[in-house]
T-cell receptor, first 113, second 114 residues
Framework: AQSVTQLGSHVSVSEGALVLLRCNYS??????LFWYVQYPNQGLQLLLK??????LVKGINGFEAEFKKSETSFHLTKPSAHMSDAAEYFC???????????FGKGTKLSVKP | EPEVTQTPSHQVTQMGQEVILRCVPISNHLYFYWYRQILGQKVEFLVS????????KSEIFDDQFSVERPDGSNFTLKIRSTKLEDSAMYFC????????????FGSGTRLTVV
């Protein structure tokens, strides 16, 4: 069965600093991995997805993630944090026969001025 | 950009009452999903729906839950007799076809059972 684990329920960075949100996965088949962002009182917005093409995936808003099979990781990064990046971020893996998503517990990102 | 629309945004109901949460998926999408997020917890899969039938459901999706696509545009989630523990944010999602494309999620309905 597939699963994802997000390390750190809360990450705080200064504006302009590197953002690193960690996600490790477990899967018995080649995984399809996603990062979603949830702004307060809003739905889930797809940031980026890994579908077995390039291991370095670029997403919206300057985010990117690198798939590392040897480390079973799919960490999300952004070189320079912006105040508008403050949100909750969810890593997810495709599971099930109909492609339902299995989410991690989420990491809340705070950005300090 | 096409959106998945959910109504209402917030619903308060008495324990034991029936509630229907409504969703309008993107018009050319074929796969539909309901997820829920209890406050402070992770987003959990409830059910997937394709070709007018349930294709997969989680153990959360018991006999108290049902889904329907009554008119080809709406996609509803019904909870027959709500319990306090049903209080959560419920998200509808849709995708165009099978494959690894990202879903489009709605903004959610916050259900509060009192």
């Amino acid at each position: 069965a597939q699963s994802v684990t997000q390390l750190g329920s809360h990450v705080s960075v200064s504006e302009g600093a590197l953002v690193l949100l960690r996600c490790n996965y477990s899967s018995s088949v080649p995984p399809y991995l996603f990062w979603y962002v949830q702004y307060p009182n809003q739905g889930l917005q797809l940031l980026l997805k890994y579908t077995s093409a390039a291991t370095l995936v670029k997403g919206i808003n300057g985010f990117e993630a690198e798939f590392k099979k040897s480390e079973t990781s799919f960490h999300l990064t952004k070189p320079s944090a912006h105040m508008s990046d403050a949100a909750e971020y969810f890593c997810a893996i495709r599971g099930g026969s109909q492609g339902n998503l299995i989410f991690g517990k989420g990491t809340k990102l705070s950005v300090k001025p | 950009e096409p959106e998945v629309t959910q109504t209402p945004s917030h619903q308060v109901t008495q324990m034991g009452q029936e509630v229907i949460l409504r969703c309008v998926p993107i018009s050319n999408h074929l796969y539909f999903y309901w997820y829920r997020q209890i406050l402070g917890q992770k987003v959990e899969f409830l059910v997937s729906f394709y070709n007018n039938e349930i294709s997969e459901k989680s153990e959360i999706f018991d006999d108290q839950f049902s889904v329907e696509r009554p008119d080809g545009s709406n996609f509803t989630l019904k909870i027959r007799s709500t319990k306090l523990e049903d209080s959560a944010m419920y998200f509808c999602a849709s995708k165009r076809r099978d494959g690894n494309y990202g879903y489009t999620f709605g903004s959610g309905t916050r259900l509060t059972v009192v």
